[in-house]
């Protein structure tokens, strides 16, 4: 399985090129899947998922011009037969994971069984945004109920070999300033990559490069 983490979407022409270059093909060719769930848990959580599907949201991901576009409430899994989700899922060139709660996503990643699933992806493009990029990491930090307090760490997927913190000395993100994210980093046994909306992390065949038209810093751990 191949990523591409972002902060916000598909938000400039280097992080769109770097999509095509992951899916091998146009994204007029390329199938994908998308990914409501870790949005749920929000006020207004429905209809932030109807925004993501539709397009109108400022996080540019499900209005690219798929071929084919679905889409995968991993709540709803459990009580589907495994093998028509599963299906579904190894069909699909993209998934295109929503942020949202980290913390609900990573638990639906594993109750759904998408998590044991998804290291057998060979070919498939993991395209995430915020908690949908976070979540892939071995740790990951989060602070929704204070956004001016210490990160909470909590243990990710692991699909990765690096941590992510999105949004980077974002205004409205008060959380994710540079020290803030500097302070988590030095918690963590990886290395956190801080990136604001104009950046994306590129992950194919396990080699790491940062694509950005924005800002971004690594932290050794």
Excluded at 46 to 65: H, K, Q, S, V, W
Excluded at 69 to 94: F, K, M, N
Excluded at 146 to 160: E, F, K, N, T
Aim: hydrophobic residues 45%; glycine residues 8%.
């Amino acid at each position: 399985m191949n990523f591409l983490l972002t902060s916000a979407g598909i938000r400039n022409p280097s992080i769109h090129g770097a999509l095509v270059d992951l899916l091998d093909k146009p994204v007029t060719e390329a199938t994908a899947l998308c990914i409501p769930t870790a949005v749920l848990p929000f006020p207004g959580g429905p209809t932030l998922a109807y925004r993501f599907i539709t397009g109108a949201t400022d996080n540019p991901m499900c209005e690219l011009g798929w071929k084919s576009l679905g889409v995968l409430d991993l709540t709803a899994l459990p009580s589907i037969r495994r093998e028509s989700w599963v299906a579904a899922v190894q069909e699909a060139d993209a998934l295109l994971v929503q942020g949202g709660d980290v913390w609900y996503l990573s638990r639906w990643m594993r109750e759904s069984g998408l998590a044991d699933l998804l290291p057998s992806l060979r070919s498939t493009v993991y395209v995430g945004i915020s908690a949908g990029s976070m979540v892939t990491a071995p740790v990951f930090g989060e602070t929704y109920d204070d956004p001016h307090a210490p990160y909470v760490i909590d243990q990710g997927l692991g699909l990765v070999d690096f941590a992510l913190l999105p949004h980077l000395d974002h205004a409205d993100h008060p959380e994710s300033t540079t020290s803030k994210v500097a302070r988590m980093a030095a918690e963590v046994p990886v290395p956190t990559y801080g990136i604001d909306d104009q950046t994306a992390i590129k992950v194919r065949d396990g080699h790491v490069e940062v694509v950005s038209e924005g800002t971004w810093k690594v932290f050794a751990p």
